[in-house]
């Protein structure tokens, strides 16, 4: 079975008439998604719907890496304030991964993924505002966020796929070689892209989730810092839990330069996007970084860094 094949299979597994585990309220914000004449109006009812959805949504916006002046304490105000593209690929974001874990049969998995995801996202985050990096904050949190849809498809709707995969990883094989092996030659980035093409996400959050962009060749490149902020900060966390100091410093040798930051001020900002993640008050991430021990893993590595 070639890659064309093995990607229609993918395509038939999210299709969300094909679906039942799609929840109606995320097809509609896909619908939304979609359509460039949506309102604001439309988009707060659609959310305020699914009580769990309002609330985690109102979480992320208040939360450290969207602190503003005063809270917000409405899904109108958060419209209002982040913008109607932005909130809404933020409610699809959120609502699709609530609809991944109920899916999946990797309950334990898909929340240490999430977990891994919304840690990497503060960082983005936080990164940017400390380095003054040329990138629209709310842009590079939602980017770095589906940074790995491609994986969590894959974990979510071809689990037996996704374990081969990780069989290879655990060995020692990247993740582009593992899913490239499993996958008839498609990588989890160019499922992510298909996917989120499909769904109509934007062209910078496609293009973000890259593995290896392009370097910035100068301080007014924003796409480019954005794609790079996105793969250095999941690449960062997927190392601090299962890497080795060898593939941090070599991460650190080609991303330090570019994104201004060090060893030391590394292992700073994963703890602080870890204080972020724990604050969120999610079950799903509050389980998902217990079972990652991630604190623990930052600590031992720290202590191992020269």
């Given amino acids: 079975m070639g890659p064309d094949k093995t990607l229609r299979e993918i395509f038939s597994k999210v299709n969300m008439s094909e679906l039942p585990a799609m ?6 914000l896909l619908q939304l998604l979609n359509s460039d ?4 109006e ?4 659609v959310i305020l719907k699914d009580a769990s959805l309002t609330t985690k949504l109102l979480q992320v916006v208040n939360s450290a890496f969207y602190s503003r002046s005063a809270p917000i304490s409405n899904i109108s105000r958060a419209i209002t304030t982040l913008g109607l593209t932005t909130l ?3 409610a699809v974001s959120l609502a699709l991964f609530e609809d991944f874990l109920k899916a999946g049969v990797e309950k334990e998995e898909i929340s240490k993924l999430l977990a891994l995801c919304f840690v990497s996202a503060s960082q983005a985050k936080i990164l940017c505002r400390a380095k003054k990096i040329n990138v629209q904050e709310e842009e590079v949190f ?3 966020l589906l940074h790995q849809l491609g994986k969590l498809i894959i974990l979510v709707y071809l689990p037996e796929l996704y374990r081969k995969a990780q069989d290879l990883i655990d060995r020692g094989y990247s993740d582009e070689f593992a899913a490239k092996t499993v996958l008839n030659d498609l ?3 160019s499922v992510g892209m298909e996917i989120a093409r499909f769904w109509n996400f934007s062209e910078k959050i496609v293009l973000s989730m890259g593995q290896n962009p392009p370097q910035p060749t100068n301080k007014f490149d924003s796409q480019l810092y954005l794609l790079n902020v996105a793969a250095f900060c999941n690449r960062l966390t997927s ?3 299962y890497g ?5 410093g070599e991460l650190l040798l080609h991303y330090g330069p570019i994104l201004g930051i060090s060893k030391k001020e590394a292992f700073g900002l994963a703890n602080r996007s870890l204080e972020v993640a724990e604050a969120m008050s999610d079950n799903i991430i509050r389980f998902g970084l217990a079972k990652l021990k991630i604190r623990t893993r930052i600590a031992q590595k720290a202590g191992t860094s020269p």
Avoid at 23 to 28: G, I, T
Avoid at 42 to 45: F, G, K, L, Y
Avoid at 244 to 248: I, N, P, V
């Fill in 23 to 28: 929840s109606d309220h995320v097809e509609e």
């Fill in 88 to 90: 809404k690929e933020l």
């Fill in 239 to 241: 190392i601090l839990c």
């Fill in 244 to 248: 080795s100091s060898l593939e941090l």
């Fill in 37 to 40: 004449e949506s309102s604001a």
């Fill in 42 to 45: 439309e988009i707060a009812a």
């Fill in 187 to 189: 990588t989890f980035s």
């Fill in 142 to 144: 939602i980017c770095t």
